[in-house]
């Protein structure tokens, strides 16, 4: 057997693929699975952007992106597969089936695309308004168009717009992922839109040899640790329980009362141009990065909404940091031709920052020391990324990392955990998407690109990016135990925090 080959994509009968998942999807499969009975999908892909081309021309733009779906199944034939459990070998699997294995290809075309390709009527909602109303979560990943009731003025010219959403399982494909096909998708449009009908439809049959490895193959990462790793690994489960044993830990409020998970819910907040721009300069100035920022200031917002007791006392957040893989990726696995791919990791050692809750009477720290405070908490958040970025060993140590995390998939739809009573708030950075996104791409002109995973429990998930040079600071919650109000507060605080530290 060679390495890796259970999960190398094999044709099972003619016209369908299948390979087992590695350990990022079965974290992600386990996980969905486990609150399946809410009738909802945990970490579910919501990728959104906006769009705008002349007026008059929506729908011509809307039929080249159609057009453009098509030909990125043929690109990315990992966009039309799934992951099913096989009763038999008791694992899951991810499958793919051609069109012609439904005997018809024309048809099997037309029928995905109605499937995988929705013009929605909202009745007035933008895209983010929609996303915000509990949209579905297809079996295959789906883009949804939102057509603008009105054109729109922009820099003098009527335009019209629309939004469009891609919904999709986290076992499919991730955040960074998601940007580069919406990259690929508008680059296929703007050809289709300036050259139709002269360009040739994709040949199907033999696009599945573009099918998405797993992170496993596409990083040759080795299928077993070696002695020394083995014993670090061990290392860091028990100082991760250290951690918290005995610790008060900062955690996130939320309203008690309710078992279940009701609607995923987004709220962002957008920074000008200009003040977007001071920030980077005085993080570049400072040796920070922007994440490392706005992860100290959710620590310190966090510690910030503790309750106020009699005396002062210490408290604990505990935190951790994804990691976009694809640079570890060999070629052409770590480039835009394997967006549909789940290829980031979770670290392995949390991250904690020690910090005092003040007592109730005491009065508010001054600037100097607010600063100070806030410093010394971007030092240690940036030693913390660092480490990992130069540990030359973690894409080895990856796939065990994943398993932490990672549940026995039940075969049966089990019961919904019970609300997590010690919630904590995470980033996730999309860093810099012009790098990923072209804004303008022929007559599309694109704004607001942005990823969520679905929020079924009571912490908080921020996300940040950068487009067109303005900063966007955005979080995931669960309408369940938080609300509008509530989580834009903690966002806007974190936000001055950083702009008030940093004078911006």
Not at 205 to 216: I, K, M, Y
Not at 396 to 412: D, G, I, K, N, Q
């Amino acid at each position: 057997m060679t390495l890796h080959d259970h999960l190398t994509w094999k044709q099972t009968e003619p016209g369908r693929w299948e390979r087992e998942i590695d350990e990022v999807e079965q974290c992600y499969t386990s996980l969905a699975r486990t609150y399946a009975g809410s009738g909802r999908t945990l970490f579910a892909i919501t990728g959104h952007i906006s769009f705008s081309v002349a007026a008059g021309r929506l729908e011509d733009a809307i039929e080249a992106l159609r057009n453009a779906w098509l030909r990125l199944r043929y690109d990315h034939p990992t966009l039309a597969s799934w992951v099913e459990y096989d009763r038999g070998s008791q694992k899951c699997k991810k499958v793919y089936e051609t069109f012609e294995k439904a005997g018809n290809s024309s048809a099997a075309q037309t029928a995905w695309l109605q499937e995988t390709f929705r013009v929605v009527e909202t009745e007035g909602l933008t895209g983010e308004q929609w996303c915000n109303d509990d949209p579905p979560v297809p079996k295959l990943p789906t883009l949804f168009v939102i057509k603008r009731d009105q054109s729109i003025t922009t820099g003098g010219e009527m335009v019209a717009a629309a939004d469009l959403v891609l919904r999709a399982h986290h076992d499919i494909i991730d955040g960074i992922g998601t940007l580069h096909l919406f990259d690929n998708l508008f680059r296929h449009a703007s050809q289709v839109y300036e050259n139709w009908p002269g360009l040739p439809s994709p040949a199907f049959g033999g696009e599945w040899v573009n099918l998405s490895p797993p992170l496993r193959v596409a990083a040759s990462i080795p299928d077993s640790l070696t002695v020394e790793q083995k014993e670090r690994f061990h290392r860091i489960i028990a100082h991760n329980a250290a951690l918290r044993d005995g610790a008060r830990l900062a955690t996130v409020p939320f309203r008690p009362g309710e078992k279940i998970p009701k609607r995923h819910q987004r709220v962002a907040l957008t920074l000008s141009p200009e003040q977007s721009h001071r920030l980077l300069v005085t993080c570049k100035t400072l040796g920070f990065s922007v994440t490392h920022v706005y992860h100290a200031a959710i620590a310190l917002t966090v510690r910030d909404a503790q309750k106020r007791l009699a005396q002062d006392r210490q408290v604990r957040y505990i935190s951790y940091s994804l990691i976009n893989e694809r640079a570890h990726c060999t070629q052409p696995f770590s480039t835009a031709q394997h967006a549909v791919s789940v290829y980031h990791s979770v670290s392995g050692q949390s991250m904690a920052i020690d910090l005092s809750v003040p007592a109730a009477a005491s009065p508010p720290p001054t600037q100097v020391h607010a600063r100070a405070e806030f410093m010394k908490v971007a030092e240690q958040v940036k030693a913390y990324y660092l480490e990992i970025r130069n540990d030359t060993e973690h894409i080895a140590m990856v796939p065990s990392y994943w398993t932490l995390s990672t549940l026995p998939y039940p075969p049966e739809t089990p019961s919904v955990p019970q609300p997590n009573l010690a919630p904590s708030a995470s980033i996730s950075s999309m860093g810099v998407i012009d790098q990923i996104i072209r804004a303008h791409r022929g007559p599309f002109e694109l704004t607001n690109p942005w990823v969520t995973g679905e929020e079924l429990g009571t912490g908080l998930g921020l996300f940040l990016g950068t487009f067109k040079g303005q900063i966007c600071l955005s979080a995931a919650y669960n309408d369940a135990w938080h609300d509008m109000d509530e989580v834009m507060g903690l966002v806007t605080r974190c936000n001055a925090l950083v702009c008030q530290s940093l004078g911006v």
